[in-house]
């Protein structure tokens, strides 16, 4: 299995929106509703912001949402905030397997 | 609520098995609507799933590390351990350990704060 594909980077100024893609396969990303983002700051560990593509777990700011069109997923952020500058990546589960994708740093201008 | 907590070695020498356990505290392992897993995640780099395991003991893994990779429950102590043989400096690496929903498959909502393990002689 290969890893997900993601943009390295992207940044945006508060209150701004972004958008993180993911791409993958008909394997994975285009195979099932199961696509995963978590946020990751510095020394800590990763936070689920939202699962099955678009859910988000209770907590998490509607600001965050997520969406796929076929073999690609996205995280949006809307109204950028500063404390939303960390790493995200996402994930798919695939036959029996999860797979990551490379992450992507978020700077916030 | 539900926490987990990695622990086990910091330091493995190359070409030894490399064990690792996570103690879930506040909540049974024997949920049936969870897997629980191992991640973890190179100095600097990305994420990486390890594998997952059932509270009966049913796995699932990387297949990439499959041949060096043994995930085992133990219910009575509401803990889940990981072994990786063989080990190379490739492996060092912070590890994590996760809940994972059956239902989201691949979601881990809960995780460790996770632990590094240096492989070095």
């Known amino acids: 299995q290969s890893a997900l594909t993601q943009p390295a980077s992207v940044s945006g100024s508060p209150g701004q929106s972004i958008t993180i893609s993911c791409t993958g396969t008909s394997s994975d990303v285009g195979g099932y509703n199961y696509v995963s983002w978590y946020q990751q700051h510095p020394g800590k560990a990763p936070k689920l912001m939202i699962y099955e593509v678009s859910n988000r777990p209770s907590g998490v700011p509607d600001r965050f949402s997520g969406s796929k069109s076929g073999n690609t997923a996205s995280l949006t952020i809307s109204g950028l905030q500063a404390e939303d500058e960390a790493d995200y990546y996402c994930?798919?589960?695939?036959?029996?397997?999860?797979?990551f994708g490379g992450g992507t740093k978020l700077t916030v201008l | 609520q539900l926490q987990l907590q990695e622990s086990g070695p910091g330091l493995v020498k190359p070409s030894e098995t490399l064990s690792l356990t996570c103690t879930v505290s506040g909540g049974s392992i024997s949920s049936s609507s969870y897997y629980w897993g191992w991640i973890r995640q190179p100095p600097g780099k990305g994420l990486e799933w390890i594998g997952s395991?059932?509270?009966?003991?049913?796995?699932y893994y990387n297949p990439s590390l499959k041949s060096r990779v043994t995930i085992s429950v133990d219910t009575s102590k509401n803990q889940f351990s990981l072994k990786l043989s063989s080990v190379t400096a490739a492996d060092t690496a912070v590890y994590y350990c996760?809940?994972?929903?059956?239902?989201?498959?691949?979601?881990?909502?809960?995780w460790g704060q996770g632990t590094m393990v240096t492989v070095s002689s």
């Open positions: 395991i059932y509270y009966s003991g049913s796995t």
């Open positions: 994930s798919s589960y695939t036959s029996s397997s999860v797979v």
């Open positions: 996760a809940r994972q929903g059956v239902s989201s498959r691949g979601a881990f909502d809960i």
